[in-house]
């Protein structure tokens, strides 16, 4: 059986524009990535690289693109599925943050689906703040695609 993805007509979502496009720098497309949403949530449907294109981490950067949207637009969730015969994308999608919330199976395919929360920067800072994080020198979300936390500790002036 075939993965829902290899037959699923796309051009409903291309003509709201929910498909991003990579290339690489001669112009070659290397992938895309599509998502809608409904707030709060960003569903991510579809992250697709070619084989040849794989292990470049042109996946997780289509990924944090997602991401970077989906704070931008105000979402506090992002969710999606795979199915359970693709164990990449089960690692690639719990090394990046997501969780898995069910396993079922779905329209003929055992998926598994996942939800990753989004961190309002603000919390980040309080939580940042509350765990000393500050004077210590280290933020572990460095990296993350938030900004940097600023001002000073709760509690100092």
């Known amino acids: 059986m075939r993965l829902a993805p290899l037959d699923a007509d796309y051009s409903a979502a291309i003509?709201?524009?929910?498909?991003?496009?990579?290339?690489?720098?001669?112009g070659a497309l290397d992938g895309l990535i599509?998502?809608?949403?409904?707030?709060?949530?960003?569903h991510l449907d579809n992250v697709a690289v070619p084989?040849?294109?794989?292990?470049k981490?042109?996946?997780?950067?289509?990924?944090?693109?997602?991401?970077?949207e989906a704070r931008r637009m105000g979402m506090t969730l992002i969710e999606l599925y795979t199915d359970q015969k693709l164990l990449?994308?089960?690692?690639?999608?719990t090394l990046l943050g997501f969780v898995v919330t069910s396993r079922r199976l779905d329209e003929g395919?055992?998926?598994?689906?996942?939800?990753?929360l989004l961190q309002a920067p603000a919390?980040?800072?309080e939580v940042a703040k509350l765990a000393g994080w500050q004077e210590r020198g280290r933020d572990p979300c460095a990296g993350c695609g938030l900004e940097p936390i600023t001002g000073p500790r709760a509690g100092n002036s």
């Open 15 to 26: 003509a709201r524009s929910e498909v991003y496009l990579s290339v690489d720098p001669s």
């Open 34 to 42: 599509l998502f809608h949403t409904e707030p709060p949530v960003m």
């Open 51 to 55: 084989l040849n294109s794989h292990g």
């Open 57 to 68: 981490g042109i996946g997780s950067k289509l990924i944090a693109f997602c991401e970077s």
């Open 88 to 93: 990449r994308n089960i690692a690639i999608y």
């Open 109 to 116: 395919f055992h998926h598994i689906f996942f939800r990753k």
């Open 123 to 125: 919390l980040r800072a």
